[in-house]
């Protein structure tokens, strides 16, 4: 499972980011053909910071003061956080909303810290987590946040039929989560969440779940008082326990954000209060928008555009490198192929032929919005670590056609038949498919390059019976917290083809003891162990790793020192400041 992305991200042609191919809710991206501090990293560690607490750091040079405004081409679907699956919405949802636990950028990666609650202990069978509220937490409106509040939230998010859009984790993983419908149908009383005095939350588990304290940051786990639940409405107006409060909403078009005077940064050890107000506006054309951010004349040079820097601005960059704020992602995009359908020489074989500049260049890329991969795991992602890259799986180079054909004479496999479905409406998909259908052929494949449209191809790609037998979905995924645990046990154990999230259809049980060996430990020790298992997939030739999204997008000279999150691809809007 994986979060939605704002689809923002697709909206650029130049940088040929497109819908097809994504599968699950909210991460699995794929581009045109396939569908990050840019600096590059050899491995990333620590996942939990327990004792973090408030108020957060002070930034160097930062001021209050002033509107901000943040400008994006598209709208974000939903700001009910039960029903926020989504990057966009999310990313600026923390701006208002507080959860149990939160995400802190360090260095531009990603540390769980608390929030509203500790992050959690877990009893020896693993299956009921205790969490502690902190005291002195209020609403916009000057009441206390409740304990019961937080027990509420998590009842109102068993009610998809109200709000579908939203993860469904809890379902899966809490006790009684496929029996128990929400509070508007099954009524107040759940087996799977409980409270315990003033300040203990306590959620019963099916089965354990260590990544509980992570998903415990996902909007969905904010507290809502129940006699304050306006259904439906409560997108419009969602109560307040951030540092920002809404001031006016325009569903679909602006949101004006004002300082909550009850939120205390003593209680907070990530948010910060620097803007009197942020202003954002959606729906804007994007190429103008970045233009004018670029540009930066009048209000603009207050102003952020969110959407990925469009490649035809590239050359208007040269002076003005500073207004481009650039980070990791925490997405990565393959080239699958099915280990069901092409046995394991053939699989080296066609990595070996495999035209990854030609590739890549065709697919409208460029540095600043992917670094090629070598690996499943992004290095935004804790206990990624970038270990020897298996032979030809590197993501570079023109590729070897004729040394693929000797390999596949060797293997008595020459005219193997490879194939895949591309988007034919659209020109960046079709130069993608030729790019590859040529250097195949050159090595001495058969290649059977099949044509849909576009309201076809995730379909058509999602279906694993399909006649094909390479470049299926999901060609991107990107995780729903940084954990390991959000990429391989999803990716890469035998149940993850029923499930449709899988790289390879690996059915290998002797893998799937290993994975499920790593996923039952504490995070804090699951973290250096998915390395190996990545390195072990790869070593199966499960897919060819292409890139790691990387984000890029427009500031204006009067905004401060600003970095991005990995894990919206958005600023870290709550650290944002105004230079005057």
Not at 553 to 570: A, M, Q
């Amino acid at each position: 499972m994986g979060r939605r992305f704002h689809v923002a991200v697709a909206a650029s042609a130049a940088v040929a980011l497109a819908l097809a191919g994504c599968s699950s809710p909210s991460s699995n991206r794929d581009s045109g053909g396939d569908n990050a501090d840019a600096g590059k990293i050899t491995a990333q560690s620590q996942a939990i910071d327990p004792n973090a607490k408030g108020p957060a750091p002070e930034i160097q040079g930062a001021r209050d003061g002033g509107n901000l405004e943040v400008q994006a081409q598209t709208t974000p679907a939903t700001f009910d956080p039960t029903d926020n699956y989504y990057l966009d919405a999310n990313g600026i949802s923390k701006l208002f909303l507080r959860t149990p636990t939160q995400l802190d950028i360090r260095d531009g990666k990603p540390t769980l810290v608390p929030d509203l609650t500790d992050v959690g202990t877990v009893s020896a069978d693993k299956l009921t987590w205790t969490f502690k509220l902190q005291p002195g937490i209020k609403y916009e409106d000057g009441t206390d946040v409740k304990v019961e509040d937080l027990a509420y939230a998590i009842k109102r998010s068993f009610a998809h039929d109200v709000y579908p859009n939203g993860p469904a984790y809890q379902l899966q993983y809490f006790k009684d989560g496929d029996k128990y419908k929400g509070p508007y149908v099954s009524g107040d009383t759940y087996a799977g969440v409980e409270t315990q005095g003033t300040d203990g939350l306590i959620i019963h588990l099916a089965k354990p779940f260590a990544d509980l304290p992570f998903y415990m940051t996902f909007p969905l786990f904010t507290p809502i008082p129940k006699a304050k639940d306006t259904k439906q409405d409560y997108k419009n107006h969602p109560l307040a326990t951030g540092p920002y409060m809404f001031d006016s909403f325009q569903a679909g078009t602006k949101l004006v954000l004002k300082r909550n005077p009850n939120w205390k940064k003593e209680t907070d050890a990530v948010r910060h209060q620097y803007p009197d107000t942020f202003t954002f506006n959606w729906g804007v054309d994007l190429v103008k928008s970045q233009t004018a951010v670029l540009n930066s004349n009048g209000a603009d040079a207050s102003a952020i555009n969110y959407d990925p820097l469009d490649a035809s601005l590239i050359p208007q960059l040269k002076g003005k490198e500073s207004q481009l704020l650039q980070g990791q992602s925490s997405c990565t995009f393959v080239f699958q192929i099915d280990t069901r359908k092409i046995p394991l020489e053939v699989r080296k074989a066609i990595a070996k032929a495999f035209p990854y500049d030609a590739s890549f260049k065709a697919d409208g890329r460029n540095d600043y919005v992917a670094e090629r991969a070598s690996t499943a795991m992004p290095p935004s992602i804790p206990g990624y670590t970038k270990y020897p890259p298996i032979p030809d799986l590197t993501g570079t180079g023109a590729g070897d056609p004729a040394a693929a054909k000797k390999m596949l004479e060797a293997a008595g496999k020459v005219g193997f038949e490879i194939s895949w479905y591309y988007d034919n409406t659209k020109p960046i998909p079709q130069q993608v498919s030729q790019v590859r259908s040529d250097a195949l052929t050159k090595a001495g494949f058969k290649v059977k390059a099949i044509g849909v449209a576009t309201a076809d191809l995730r379909g058509k790609i999602g279906d694993y019976s399909a006649p094909v037998n390479t470049a299926q979905g999901p060609r991107g995924w990107c995780s729903d917290w940084p954990t390991g645990t959000s990429w391989i046990p999803v990716l890469f154990k035998s149940n993850s083809v029923a499930d449709g999230t899988t790289w390879g259809a690996l059915n290998d049980k002797e893998f799937d003891k290993k994975i499920d060996a790593v996923a039952e430990l504490p995070t804090e020790q699951a973290t250096a162990k998915w390395a190996e298992l990545d390195k072990e997939a790869m070593e199966k030739y499960v897919a060819l790793p292409l890139f790691y999204d990387k984000t890029a997008l427009l500031e204006g000279t009067n905004i401060g020192k600003s970095t991005v999150d990995p894990t919206t691809s958005l600023p870290v809007l709550t650290s944002m400041f105004l230079k005057s």
